[in-house]
């Protein structure tokens, strides 16, 4: 098979390869765009969750990173980063999922009747 040239002058084969690698520079300032913006997800994200009869929670993003926690504080070992089905107040209670924190050492705790309504809003 024959690759067809299409017959170019040097000048023209120039503006070729820098439009080439203006492609090039673009996909990367793309890429650095989206990876930033990936980032940027965790402390300026709340994610919410139904909360059953004790009322919606939201888990703000940016509370947890004033606090200082990192990402692999909890991505992944404690909660994947998509958000899922959602928790049961029993697990938390036996110290899962927000429990591994609100325990009452690091956090506050979710077992006193005092401090439902720090998470759960009506
Ligand atoms: C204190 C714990 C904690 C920290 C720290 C944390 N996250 Fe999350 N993140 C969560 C929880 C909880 C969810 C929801 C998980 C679920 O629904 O199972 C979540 C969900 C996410 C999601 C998915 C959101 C969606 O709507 O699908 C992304 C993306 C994410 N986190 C990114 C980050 C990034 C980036 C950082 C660091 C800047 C970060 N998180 C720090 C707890 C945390
Ligand atoms: C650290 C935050 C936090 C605290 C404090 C807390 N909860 Fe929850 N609770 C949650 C989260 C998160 C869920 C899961 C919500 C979902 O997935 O819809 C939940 C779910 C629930 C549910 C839904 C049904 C179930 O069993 O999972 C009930 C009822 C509940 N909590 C009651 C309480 C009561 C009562 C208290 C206080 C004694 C309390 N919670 C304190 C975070 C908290
Ligand atoms: C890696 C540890 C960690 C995990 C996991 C964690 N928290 Fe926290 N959270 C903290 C710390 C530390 C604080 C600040 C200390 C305090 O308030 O006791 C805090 C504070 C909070 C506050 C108060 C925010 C404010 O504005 O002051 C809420 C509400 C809260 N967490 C909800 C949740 C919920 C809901 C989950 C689960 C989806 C969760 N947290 C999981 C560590 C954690």
Do not use: W, Y
Request: glycine content about 14%; aromatic content about 4%; charged content about 25%.
């Amino acid at each position: 098979m024959e690759i067809s040239v299409i017959p170019v002058g040097g000048n023209t084969m120039k503006g070729g390869e820098k439009m080439r690698i203006g492609v090039i520079v673009l996909s990367l300032l793309i890429l650095v765009a989206f990876t930033v913006n990936a980032l940027a997800v965790g402390p300026g994200k709340t994610v919410e969750f139904a909360g059953g009869s004790a009322g919606k929670v939201v888990f703000d993003g940016k509370a947890h990173a004033d606090k200082g926690l990192k990402c692999t504080d909890c991505h992944s070992k404690i909660f994947p980063m998509k958000k899922g089905e959602g928790f049961k107040m029993a697990d938390i209670n036996a110290g899962k999922s927000c429990g591994t924190c609100h325990n009452g050492e690091k956090a506050f705790k979710t077992n006193d009747q005092a401090d439902c309504n720090k998470c759960h809003k009506k």
